[in-house]
C-alpha cells in the first residue's frame, strides 16, 4: 500500500480518532448499559494522543480515571461508504490503545443527556503503542488483548468478542465520516474497566505481538 505519509507516526498527523462504545457485551453489562444493535460512536481529537515516555494526565475536574484497553485500526486508504468486503484493503496496520475515561464526568453527561466530550476527549486520553504493521496481526478478529495496573491483571479479552468486527465498523463508519488515511479507529474494551490514581503503573499488550507502559499523573 503506496503511502505519501510516515504512518509508523500516524499520532503526529493522523486527523482523527474514531471510538466505538459498548463493542463488548460484557463490557457493555458491567457499567449496566444495554449491548447495543448497531454501533455507538464518539470522537477524540489529535491532542488526546500520548505515546510512551511521557504520562497520562488525569483531568483536574475528574476523580474517577478508568482504563480501557482497545485494539486500534490504523487507516491507509481513505474513503467514503467502503463496501465490507473491501474494507480490510483500507487498513495500514494496527495499534494497542487505551481510551482513558473520566468516568464520573461521564456518569454525569449521561445523566444529563449530554455529549461524553469532557470524559473522553481531554489531553493525554489516548494512549498508543507503536505501529503494527497489518501483516503482523494475521486475524484481528482473534487477538488477545490485556492490561495491568501495577502488575495486576485488570483486563483481558479477546477481539472474537467483539460485536462488530472491523470490516463492519469500518463500512458503517465511513457511512457517516469520510475515512482518510492515518485515522485511527478505537474498537471498543472488554470487561474489567477500574480507576487508576496517581502515580499508578499501566502496562498493556497484545499477546506476542507489542506491549506498552504509562504512568497516571496529575497536573500541579
Given at each position: 500500500?503506496?503511502s ?18 459498548r ?63 473491501a ?34 476527549a ?30 495486576q ?8 468478542q ?22 485511527l ?21 497484545i ?14
Amino acid at each position: 500500500m503506496a503511502s505519501t505519509r510516515n504512518l509508523n507516526r500516524f499520532w503526529e498527523w493522523g486527523r482523527k480518532i474514531i471510538c466505538v462504545g459498548r463493542n463488548y457485551a460484557d463490557h457493555a453489562k458491567e457499567l449496566k448499559n444495554a449491548v447495543p444493535t448497531e454501533p455507538v460512536l464518539f470522537l477524540k481529537p489529535p491532542s488526546a494522543y500520548v505515546t510512551e515516555g511521557s504520562s497520562i494526565m488525569v483531568p483536574s475536574y475528574s476523580h474517577n480515571l478508568h482504563h480501557e484497553v482497545e485494539l486500534g485500526v490504523v487507516i491507509g486508504k481513505g474513503g467514503t461508504a467502503i463496501p465490507q468486503n473491501a474494507a480490510m484493503d483500507h487498513v495500514a496496520g494496527y495499534a494497542l490503545c487505551l481510551d482513558m475515561t473520566a468516568r464520573d464526568v461521564q456518569d454525569e453527561c449521561k445523566t444529563k443527556g449530554l455529549p461524553w466530550t469532557l470524559a473522553k476527549a481531554f489531553n493525554t486520553s489516548c494512549p498508543v503503542s507503536e505501529f503494527i504493521p497489518k501483516e503482523k496481526i494475521a486475524d484481528p478478529g482473534n487477538v488477545k488483548i490485556w492490561l495491568k495496573v501495577n502488575g495486576q491483571l485488570r483486563q483481558e479479552g479477546n477481539t472474537s468478542q467483539m460485536i462488530f468486527s472491523i470490516p463492519f465498523l469500518i463500512s458503517y463508519i465511513s457511512e457517516i465520516i469520510t475515512l482518510e488515511e492515518g485515522d485511527l479507529i478505537l474498537t471498543g474494551t472488554p470487561k474489567g474497566v477500574s480507576s487508576v490514581q496517581e502515580h499508578d503503573e499501566l502496562q498493556a499488550g497484545i499477546e506476542g505481538i507489542v506491549s506498552m507502559k504509562f504512568r497516571v499523573d496529575r497536573p500541579e
